[in-house]
């Protein structure tokens, strides 16, 4: 399984504006050494807008205060887009499953160096991803999320990732995060002939709050296991070598 990343080579100028912090010589921020560790996140309410091109085009966006996506109401769209709709609602057991993944509920966070911020799903280790952190705002931001899922990848419901982000900032004081993950999807109607190469977009912004709930594990140390299997070896190799 390949190691997932989120590549954050956007968004500099949110980061380092007027920061320096970049800059040779720079120190990391004494905050960062607290706010490394596990951290509880709580997704909050969610907000859905639909563009499509039907019609002469338009917009529908619906907000909610639940933390998963909820079904679109076909009357708020054109009719041709009916079977559309339906669609993705059938698919909101996927379409959620792959929220879950793209920020999951436990997180390890570390700052590995200035300006770098590391976060990983501790229940999967090919979940792992660098981004930008202001090294005085504590502001921070990714492009990718932890799903590891590239463009163009099946989320359910119709519809393929298109882009996805994670922006937020910590407070050093209280030890919590806010922020919000942002999906880009595109829905296009599956299984239809009279309909074919019918589609809309969807943006979908969820806020979420942390809170950091304990230190990192202690790396795992395997040395006495290699040294035990070693001399294992070699006590098999000398029986072996008696018995000849």
Same mark, same amino acid.
């Given at each position: ?5 989120? =590549? ?12 320096? =912090? =970049?800059?040779?010589?720079? $120190? $990391?921020?004494?905050?960062?050494? $607290?706010?490394?560790?596990?951290? @509880?996140? +709580?997704?909050?309410? *969610? ?22 996506? $909820?079904?679109?109401?076909?009357? !708020? ?27 999951? +509920? ?12 590391? &976060?990983?799903?501790? #229940? ?20 990718? !999320? ?26 050093? !004081?209280?030890?919590?995060? /806010?922020?919000? &993950? ?8 599956? #299984? @239809? ?29 395997? *040395?006495?296991?290699?040294?035990? !299997?070693?001399?294992? #070896?070699?006590?098999?190799? /000398?029986?072996? @070598?008696?018995? &000849?």
């Amino acid at each position: 399984m390949f190691q997932r990343k989120w =590549m954050a080579v956007g968004v500099v100028g949110l980061l380092l504006s007027g920061t320096g =912090m =970049m800059s040779d010589g720079c $120190q $990391q921020n004494p905050s960062l050494a $607290q706010l490394a560790g596990l951290w @509880s996140l +709580e997704r909050g309410a *969610t907000s859905v807008r639909v563009s499509f091109t039907v019609n002469n085009g338009g917009e529908v966006q619906t907000d909610s205060s639940q933390n998963e996506l $909820q079904p679109l109401d076909a009357g !708020d769209f054109p009719a041709e887009l009916a079977d559309l709709v339906t669609q993705w609602n059938a698919g909101l057991d996927d379409l959620n499953a792959n929220l879950d993944k793209a920020l999951p +509920e436990t997180v390890a966070v570390e700052f590995p160096n200035v300006g770098v911020m590391r &976060i990983s799903d501790p #229940n999967d280790p090919a979940g792992v991803g660098n981004g930008l952190i202001n090294n005085q705002t504590l502001a921070y931001s990714f492009l990718g !999320d932890l799903s590891g899922a590239g463009g163009g990848s099946d989320q359910g419901g119709g519809a393929v990732l298109q882009a996805s982000s994670v922006v937020g900032s910590f407070d050093a !004081d209280s030890l919590t995060t /806010t922020g919000e &993950i942002a999906r880009t999807l595109l829905v296009a109607l599956q #299984n @239809s002939t009279n309909n074919s190469g019918l589609s809309f977009t969807v943006q979908i912004v969820v806020n979420y709050t942390g809170q950091r709930t304990g230190d990192l594990p202690e790396p795992v140390d395997n *040395t006495n296991d290699n040294t035990n !299997d070693n001399q294992s #070896n070699g006590n098999s190799n /000398t029986a072996n @070598s008696n018995s &000849i």
